[in-house]
């Protein structure tokens, strides 16, 4: 299975700045997404990941708000940008070989915004 | 989002028992249902998953039921283990597309 390292593991940031997190995966996988998780809740899906065109985001996640990149098979970064205190939860990347394929997550990055 | 509805949210089992955790999706379009295992700290872990042409599956000491014209599906785990403490949380997709993810349930199995 895919093993998913993410980067920064948790981080502590000021209102109103942005964080780029980084979604790196061992072997070449189709299909990347990023999840948001407050602490003791479930995953909310932000985004899918496209190699080489835009994101697509779901119904209220917005590009601005969290621009993703995708530059190969291998790596993602998700960016929170203008970050408030609504903002700190759990950010985690996921990943599978192909639609068929287990998906499977990183460990999370897990942001504070004071 | 929330198309995938799981109970209970917490689950208290004596060790060696049966836990068993419930989940209803609606999205008939739905064609994979897996299981993941989440300990704190950690991102969630596969642990189990199905496709709506079987009605069981089971591997080692987890076993996914699946009614499909009920749009049910459950995860009972034999013979329970202190181990197996962890946030248990269904999901429903179509090819990894789109998946959703139940509230999650708390196990605790106490020894």
């Known amino acids: 299975s895919a093993v998913i390292s993410q980067k920064p593991s948790r981080d502590i940031c000021q209102r109103g700045t942005s964080l780029t997190i980084q979604c790196q995966v061992d072997?070449?996988?189709?299909?990347m997404f990023w999840y948001r998780q407050q602490p003791g809740q479930s995953l909310t899906l932000i985004a899918t990941?496209?190699?080489?065109?835009?994101?697509?985001?779901e119904s209220g996640f917005v590009i601005d708000k969290f621009p993703i990149s995708r530059p190969n098979l291998t790596f993602s970064t998700l960016t929170v940008s203008n970050m408030s205190p609504e903002d700190s939860s759990i950010y985690l990347c996921?990943?599978?070989?192909?639609?068929?394929?287990?998906?499977?997550f990183g460990n999370g990055t897990r942001l504070t915004v004071t | 989002q929330q198309q995938v509805k799981q109970s209970p949210q917490s689950l208290i089992v004596q060790k060696g028992g049966i836990s068993i955790i419930n989940c209803a999706y609606e999205?008939?379009?739905?064609?994979?249902f897996p299981w993941y295992q989440q300990f704190p700290g950690k991102g969630p872990a596969l642990l189990i998953a199905?496709?709506?042409?079987?009605s069981e599956k089971k591997e080692g000491r987890f076993t996914i039921s699946f009614n499909k014209s009920a749009k049910q599906f459950s995860l009972h785990i034999m013979d329970s283990q202190p181990g197996d403490s962890a946030t248990y949380f269904c999901?429903?997709?179509?090819?990894?597309?789109?998946?959703?993810f139940g509230a999650g349930t708390r196990l605790t199995v106490k020894p």
């Open positions: 990941a496209n190699q080489g065109s835009e994101a697509t985001y």
């Open positions: 999205n008939t379009a739905f064609d994979y």
């Open positions: 996921s990943a599978a070989g192909g639609p068929n394929s287990p998906l499977h």
């Open positions: 072997s070449q996988v189709t299909m």
């Open positions: 199905i496709r709506p042409d079987v």
């Open positions: 999901a429903a997709g179509n090819n990894n597309n789109d998946m959703r």
